[in-house]
């Protein structure tokens, strides 16, 4: 029983670890993004990748442990926030969140709505959710985007 227990306290944190692997694998593999393994770089125990995506979003994506931070700069005001590399990477980030049609989930529809346009109607805005055990802190100004997604601490 102790040994059942123990695996489930684990489980957690190994999603956790590979919190890196997911990110990277998502980007790699992304026709938005397409970023090579040797883009990105450490700095200390940070990961980072800089780029610039087909819609002229400027983005600085930086991994440290279990916490991803998304930095996108634009140059014009932001006219589809679903389309973001904030929204992009928390739907791969939160489980079972990128699903779409009929196989939407509740963390789908919750990070949906998160990002939907009709809930930053202001310039200056900043929104806190928490999702299945995710926090997404998420800044929006006129041309920039920012949002830390990383587990609730317990």
């Not at 700069?73 to 006219?79: L, Q, R």
Request: with cysteine; glycine share 2%; hydrophobic share 40%.
């Amino acid at each position: 029983m102790k040994n059942i227990l123990f695996i489930f306290l684990l489980l957690p944190l190994s999603a956790i670890a590979n919190m890196k692997d997911t990110v990277m694998e998502y980007m790699r593999n992304s026709a938005e993004y397409q970023v090579k393994v040797t883009d990105w770089y450490k700095k200390n125990d940070t990961w980072i990748t800089e780029l610039t995506t087909r819609r002229n979003e400027k983005m600085k994506v930086t991994i440290s442990g279990d916490r991803v931070a998304v930095h996108s700069y634009f140059s014009k005001p932001i006219s589809d926030m679903s389309l973001s590399g904030c929204a992009s990477v928390s739907k791969e980030v939160i489980p079972e969140a990128s699903y779409w049609d009929e196989n939407a989930t509740a963390n789908t529809k919750a990070v949906n709505q998160l990002w939907s346009d009709k809930g930053w109607q202001e310039k200056f805005q900043t929104k806190t959710v928490i999702i299945d055990g995710w926090k997404i802190i998420a800044i929006k100004k006129s041309l920039e985007l920012s949002c830390v997604i990383e587990p609730v601490s317990v």
